[in-house]
């Protein structure tokens, strides 16, 4: 059987630097949620198998949410930090999906992930034996702060081959959880799944995407995931 490619949507987060006090994916932006627009990018797609979403424990809006199809959706509990979460979707997942089928997480709070950047990543990496992200390259100058938290400057880094991460990150289901394990057994701080593969000793590929597909993170990205969605078809 070819590898299927699956879904993980970490949705488990508190939206802290948001400032509201509804959790950010559950924000609403042209009249649907921000878990909704990021999921509708995925549900009518043929090369996805599958959706797992990750939810807060206590999350009281899921089961309010009328989106179609929504019993196809796997839904489990998060964790504490965006790895658990990730963590226990694969664990969900591996009921149904084979070690060597692809799984591509993504962020709940990435609404304008274009199709074409969704489409590129899987058609470069699908026969690929390791996997890899979207990214977009550092195109402003890159300063350190100074030690004491003061903002002065401490040094400038050479942003020569630097990268900003964004997701989907694409990896084989069972390589990603035993990283992920790992990452967790040791303590390791992972922020993103490329930097349990990469403590593994793998060496994840670089897709290029478009620097439109932001993480809804603080208050004034919500005019601006406002704005792209309206531009979108
Ligand atoms: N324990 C967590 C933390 C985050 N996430 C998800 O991971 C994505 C990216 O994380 P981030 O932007 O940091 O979201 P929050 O943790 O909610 O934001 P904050 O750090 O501001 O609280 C989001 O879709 C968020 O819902 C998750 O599933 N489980
Ligand atoms: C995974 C990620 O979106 C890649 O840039 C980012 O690391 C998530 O970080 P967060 O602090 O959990 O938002």
């Known amino acids: 059987m070819k590898p299927r490619c699956w879904v993980v949507l970490p949705a488990a987060g508190a939206g802290r630097r948001m400032g509201t006090s509804i959790p950010k994916q559950y924000l609403t932006v042209l009249g649907r949620t921000v878990l909704e627009h990021t999921l509708s990018i995925f549900t009518d797609r043929v090369d996805i198998a599958g959706i797992a979403v990750a939810l807060a424990s206590d999350d009281p809006y899921w089961p309010e949410l009328q989106i179609p199809g929504k019993e196809r959706f796997l839904t489990l509990t998060g964790g504490d930090d965006r790895m658990i979460s990730v963590r226990n979707a694969l664990h969900a997942l591996s009921a149904m999906a084979l070690p060597d089928d692809w799984v591509l997480v993504h962020d709940a709070a990435r609404p304008c992930l274009r199709e074409e950047d969704l489409s590129r990543l899987i058609e470069t990496l699908y ?107």
């Open 127 to 233: 026969d690929d034996p390791v996997g890899g992200i979207l990214a977009t390259p550092l195109r402003d100058t890159l300063k350190r702060q100074a030690s004491d938290a003061r903002h002065i400057i401490e040094a400038t880094i050479d942003r020569d081959g630097l990268w900003l991460a964004q997701t989907p990150q694409m990896f084989r289901l069972g390589a990603l959880s035993m990283a992920l394990n790992k990452a967790l057994e040791l303590g390791w701080k992972i922020t993103d799944e490329a930097s349990a593969m990469e403590r593994w000793g793998a060496s994840p590929h670089i897709v290029r995407g478009h620097a439109d597909n932001l993480k809804i993170t603080h208050a004034e990205d919500l005019p601006l995931a406002e704005f792209l969605l309206s531009t979108r078809t």
